[in-house]
């Protein structure tokens, strides 16, 4: 098995082309991450749904990184270089500390129990293209920073061109977003209702499978079964 992969990249977003292939690159990544979250859920199918993982929503890693003590971060090296451990996994490691966007998969994401947006959607787009919905990672228009920078939010796309934050569901925004927050979980019972009104449908017209209907719309994950959990 491969442990972990880094990427020790930067992307540009300096100009407009930057930006259109760096957005890219970013849904590429994105991309990798269901699939390998798909191969996941496909070897361990008993695992629990996001909104029921207690997972909750924290800030990027690269916003939410805290200030370096560099005699601290001295101690880190010389212990590595004590270690026998070439320089170059010295600056990799000052680089995470730093502030790295990382991607975590879903064994990783619900052993830490939070994660952004670019760890929840994967999430959600596996369970979605396990349960035959044909989900993709979408990218919502960059918003410019108090830096002068752009920040990037990934939420899921639904195959009716529809939208589904998780992010939002789990907490991103607090209480100043509940409003937010209760449309996106209206829309999720929404999709369900509709999902069950089909099957109903199905059932009553073709003698369709209820139970296997059943399954593939709780596989869907749209609504956990205790409830959304109480987020801030």
Same mark, same amino acid.
């Given at each position: 098995?491969?442990?972990?992969?880094?990427?020790?990249?930067?992307?540009?977003?300096? +100009?407009?082309?930057?930006?259109?292939?760096?957005?890219?690159?970013?849904?590429?990544?994105?991309?990798? $991450?269901?699939?390998?979250?798909?191969?996941?859920?496909?070897?361990? /199918?008993? &695992?629990?749904?996001?909104?029921?993982?207690?997972?909750?929503? +924290?800030? /990027?890693? #690269?916003? !939410?990184?805290?200030?370096?003590?560099? !005699?601290?971060?001295? #101690?880190?090296?010389?212990?590595?270089?004590?270690?026998?451990?070439?320089?170059? $996994?010295?600056?990799?490691?000052?680089?995470?500390?730093?502030?790295?966007?990382?991607?975590?998969?879903?064994? +990783?994401?619900?052993?830490?129990?939070?994660?952004?947006?670019?760890?929840?959607?994967?999430?959600?787009?596996? @369970?979605?293209?396990?349960?035959?919905?044909?989900? &993709?990672?979408?990218?919502?228009?960059?918003?410019? &920073?108090?830096?002068?920078?752009?920040?990037?939010?990934?939420?899921?796309?639904?195959?009716?061109?529809?939208?589904?934050?998780?992010?939002?569901?789990? =907490?991103?925004?607090?209480? =100043?977003?509940?409003?937010?927050?209760? @449309?996106?979980?209206?829309?999720?019972?929404?999709?369900?209702?509709?999902?069950?009104?089909?099957?109903?449908?199905?059932? !009553?017209?073709?003698?369709?499978?209820?139970? @296997?209907?059943?399954?593939?719309?709780?596989?869907?994950?749209?609504? /956990?079964?205790?409830?959304?959990?109480? &987020?801030?």
């Amino acid at each position: 098995m491969m442990r972990d992969i880094y990427l020790g990249v930067r992307l540009p977003f300096e +100009t407009a082309t930057e930006q259109r292939h760096s957005a890219d690159i970013l849904r590429w990544l994105l991309g990798t $991450v269901c699939r390998l979250n798909a191969l996941y859920l496909s070897r361990h /199918p008993d &695992t629990p749904p996001l909104y029921e993982s207690g997972v909750i929503y +924290t800030p /990027p890693d #690269q916003t !939410a990184a805290p200030p370096l003590d560099k !005699a601290k971060v001295q #101690q880190i090296f010389v212990a590595m270089q004590s270690m026998g451990l070439e320089p170059e $996994v010295g600056e990799m490691v000052l680089r995470i500390m730093r502030g790295a966007e990382v991607f975590l998969d879903i064994p +990783t994401l619900y052993r830490r129990k939070r994660g952004d947006c670019n760890e929840l959607v994967p999430v959600r787009v596996a @369970e979605l293209w396990r349960a035959g919905i044909a989900a &993709t990672p979408y990218l919502v228009d960059p918003v410019p &920073t108090a830096g002068g920078g752009l920040c990037y939010h990934a939420v899921v796309q639904w195959p009716d061109g529809s939208a589904e934050d998780p992010s939002l569901i789990l =907490g991103m925004g607090g209480a =100043g977003r509940a409003q937010d927050r209760a @449309e996106e979980i209206r829309k999720n019972k929404e999709r369900w209702t509709n999902y069950m009104s089909a099957a109903k449908a199905l059932i !009553a017209a073709e003698g369709a499978d209820g139970k @296997e209907l059943g399954r593939k719309i709780d596989m869907m994950g749209l609504i /956990p079964k205790d409830g959304f959990p109480i &987020t801030p």
